[in-house]
């Protein structure tokens, strides 16, 4: 099997180059090996998901990556928990998509695809073979293997990595068609769609990460500023910037850089994680040579977006300026967040980047897009959208919100809703995607505003005893020693009451589970969440048999970070079905009006028809009567002579 998946890699690879080449000269010969290409990366792949589905420990990287005891789902989930296995996934994914681009596109865009993707996918798989390739095996086959990481084994594990690499991947979509010219309009419905489909997985990507981040480890926040998120974070706001672009038909070039961003943030966001630059906690290892090939490509597919003309200026779009608007901001903040991402890379043993430097530019840049939101709801700024502000800065005031962060995500939001209210009384139906986007960025930020209310402490109670923080009550009942989830694991299980008042709110169970045979201690959180408050307890240290060390924290209204996600994935998604059936549409419209067009001829025709039967009818009955004038004059004659 090994030499069979490195041939498929080897021929993946020459079928790239042979695809980037007959992009040049001959697109069928570009179609032939794209069909190559993609073939020969996906073979490898599933070989090396059968044999971590089955357990073949002669590999090496299944003994790494794979254990016995675990199910088949989480043993799979090992191709994209490990360096070399994520790449190789990843590569064949690309590889799908520029295939599908060289066959289902037209012309110029597959040419374009052919090249440039191709080039991609050849660098890609040259990495694999070169610095990550899996399928190296044992001298003698291991026993039981080592597996991921605890905190790895996960429900999470199966359903977060694979929607965040659908939502990388699918950024290469809009750099291929990009780069090819000119932007017409098809080219811009294409654009539309595949921004929208990456809008949405790339936003259910990150909001699951984050999601298993904030419930699993007890960070109390749903975002940890690690680099590698970051990264991830600036994509997904330059695809934002792109979609609001997009529909300007003026500056292509702009427009065109924009499109290409996403998938060259990606890029470099992938060196980030393979290079191990900054101590992210996802990077896989420090090989330096990965980042350095993935750097590279970054930097050629940023040249090859920058050397594309700019398209002839069109008619200005009625809302130009909201949109552009909403572009810079987006851009802006994209900017922020890379220059947090790569500050360490110049500056090496300097400390991460955090929060607090992406709070202070973040913060007003989203509180100003929430404005811009507002005006776009209700179709023009009004007297009666800013009334918004108002309401919402007294209920946010009257629910205890103390930071100005706050108090001005909450004007916006009332301005938002408001102008909402007013756009469907004025425009009625329509514009679903940009509604329930826009909707779903106000939510989102309001549970962002509600997380910086949260109260925090850490503090050791013994049994019996409690503590009152965030208006809520809690007392230690006690510690006792159970067995840990996992087959060899052991747990430390301690039981915290939370009362409102007298009544009880819940009770919880933080945990430390110990893993004897890999070494490693990890903290189970408790959660207690409701739309209007979370309750997050983390057991921190228990070496008495009553007394504990704990954090905990209550914090406000962070459900609606997710309900905001959600309600923007869906949005981008509706963005990428409506772009998508457009032209099914327009070509049923345009049939029944041809339709319409034929049936008003024939009537037409029937009509003149008609005139012309009663015409010659009328011609028939005059010369009738001429004619019976004839031969009555002509008998009065006879009967006078």
Known sequence: MTGLAVGCLWASGTAALAAAAGGVRSLRLARVAAVVMWVGAALPTIMLGQALWTLDLSLTYVADHARSGLSGPFRLAGLWGGASGSLLLFTSMVAAAVAVMIWARPAATARSASVWGSLSVAVLTGAVLATANPFGRLAIPAIAGAGLQPILEHPAMLYHPPLLYLGQVSTIVPFLVAVAAPLDRGRRRALRCWLGLSLGLLTMGLATGSNWAYVELGWGGFWGWDPVE??????????????????????????????????????????????????SVHAFADDARVSWILAALAVASAAAAASVRGDRREQQHAHRWLRITCTSLATAAAAAVVVGVLYPIPAPGEPLVTGPYYARLLAPLAVVGLGACAVALGGRATVWSASGVPAGVVVAAAAGARSAFALCVAAGAGAVLVSLIEGLRRHGRGCWPMRVGHVGFAVLLIGVAGSTQADRATFGLDAGQEVEVGGRTFRHVGVEVAEGPAPGSSAVVATVEVRDGDALVAELQPSLVAFGDRGVLLAETALHSLPARDIQVVLRNATDPNLALYTVSVA?????????????????????????????RRARSLARAQHSDSQRGVSRIFRRSGSIVAQNHRKLRERGRRGDLWHRRTGLLKDLG
């Open 556 to 584: 406000p209204l962070v459900m609606w970070v997710w309900w905001g996600s959600v309600l923007v994935a869906g949005a981008g998604l509706m963005v990428a079905f409506d772009a998508a059936t457009g032209r099914a």
């Open 230 to 279: 970051n990264g991830i974070l600036a994509a997904w706001l330059t695809t934002v910037a792109a979609m609001h672009a997009v529909g300007q038909p003026s500056h292509g070039r702009a427009i065109r850089m924009l499109c290409a961003l996403p998938w060259i943030l990606v890029l470099v966001s992938g060196a980030v994680t393979r290079g191990g630059v900054g101590g």
